[in-house]
């Protein structure tokens, strides 16, 4: 667009600019630091716009675009799932409801400890997944063994560093236990870890039980965040 003065304008707009949230009397600092990163975080505005439950939904699209394990046909089954996106993204990639003709149609399950918003094409439950026979009611709704296990799930930030580590190592490492239960020779293990010193036995497991595992860090997972995901490719089966 050329503006009245003969100037080429068309490149106004294009940068949003950037929002600045002011401090608000009994709202701490950090409050306000945090609403100002939601408020200019592109991957919260995409979500809003395409309808995702939060930014967290493009992690695990971002990882599956690298490893491509949500086909046509898979039976996912998503941990902690509350509140929702990374089923939304499976539903689709999957083909849960059908609707590309000539594709498998595949099933995802989503577990949490609370109830969580009816998803179009996700069949939903609430379970503890560290409850004993939980991985029998998991491939009983499954109607058989999984393709993929996948969780995001993360423990109540305690505000010490070293303390949440431990903490989000021990729901991966039963995670990665109730996926060596459920998961179907060939399948996938996906689950969020922080940076630290403690992934040595898990990785350990994985990689006995795994043809190929790895560490990713998806573009939605912020720079400033220690979180990345261990991911499993090729599950070699139960033990004979």
Same mark, same amino acid.
């Given at each position: 667009?050329?503006?009245?003065?003969?100037?080429?304008?068309?490149?106004?707009?294009?940068?949003?600019?950037?929002?600045?949230?002011?401090?608000?009397?009994?709202?701490?600092?950090?409050?306000?630091?945090?609403?100002?990163?939601?408020?200019?975080?592109?991957?919260?505005?995409?979500?809003?716009?395409?309808?995702?439950?939060?930014?967290?939904?493009?992690?695990?699209?971002?990882?599956?675009?690298?490893?491509?394990?949500?086909?046509?046909? !898979?039976?996912?089954?998503?941990?902690?799932? +509350? *509140? @929702? $996106?990374?089923?939304?993204?499976? =539903?689709?990639?999957?083909? %849960?409801?059908?609707?590309?003709?000539?594709?498998?149609?595949?099933?995802?399950?989503?577990?949490?400890?609370?109830?969580?918003?009816?998803?179009?094409?996700?069949?939903?439950?609430?379970?503890?997944?560290?409850?004993?026979?939980?991985?029998?009611?998991?491939?009983?709704?499954?109607?058989?063994?999984?393709?993929?296990?996948?969780?995001?799930?993360?423990?109540?930030?305690?505000?010490?560093?070293?303390?949440?580590?431990?903490?989000?190592?021990?729901?991966?490492?039963?995670? !990665?236990?109730?996926?060596?239960?459920?998961? +179907? *020779? @060939? $399948?996938?293990?996906?689950?969020? =870890?922080?940076?630290?010193? %403690?992934?040595?036995?898990?990785?350990?497991?994985?990689?006995?039980?795994?043809?190929?595992?790895?560490?990713?860090?998806?573009?939605?997972?912020?720079?400033?965040?220690?979180?990345?995901?261990?991911?499993?490719?090729?599950?070699?089966?139960?033990?004979?």
């Amino acid at each position: 667009m050329v503006g009245k003065n003969g100037k080429n304008t068309s490149g106004r707009g294009e940068r949003a600019l950037k929002v600045r949230v002011k401090s608000a009397k009994g709202r701490k600092l950090s409050s306000t630091l945090w609403l100002q990163r939601q408020l200019n975080d592109p991957y919260v505005k995409r979500a809003g716009e395409e309808g995702m439950r939060g930014r967290a939904a493009y992690k695990i699209s971002e990882i599956d675009d690298k490893f491509r394990f949500l086909v046509p046909g !898979a039976r996912v089954v998503d941990l902690g799932c +509350a *509140p @929702g $996106g990374w089923c939304q993204i499976a =539903v689709e990639r999957v083909n %849960a409801l059908g609707t590309r003709k000539g594709k498998g149609v595949g099933t995802v399950l989503g577990v949490d400890l609370q109830e969580v918003e009816p998803i179009p094409g996700a069949d939903l439950h609430v379970l503890d997944f560290l409850d004993e026979g939980a991985d029998d009611r998991v491939k009983e709704w499954l109607g058989g063994q999984a393709d993929v296990v996948m969780s995001d799930m993360a423990a109540a930030s305690s505000g010490h560093k070293g303390t949440d580590h431990l903490r989000i190592m021990a729901l991966c490492e039963a995670a !990665a236990q109730l996926a060596l239960e459920v998961l +179907a *020779p @060939g $399948g996938t293990f996906v689950a969020k =870890v922080l940076a630290g010193g %403690a992934e040595a036995d898990l990785l350990l497991q994985l990689k006995k039980n795994f043809d190929k595992t790895t560490h990713f860090k998806p573009p939605a997972s912020r720079s400033d965040s220690s979180e990345k995901f261990i991911v499993a490719l090729g599950f070699r089966g139960p033990p004979a």
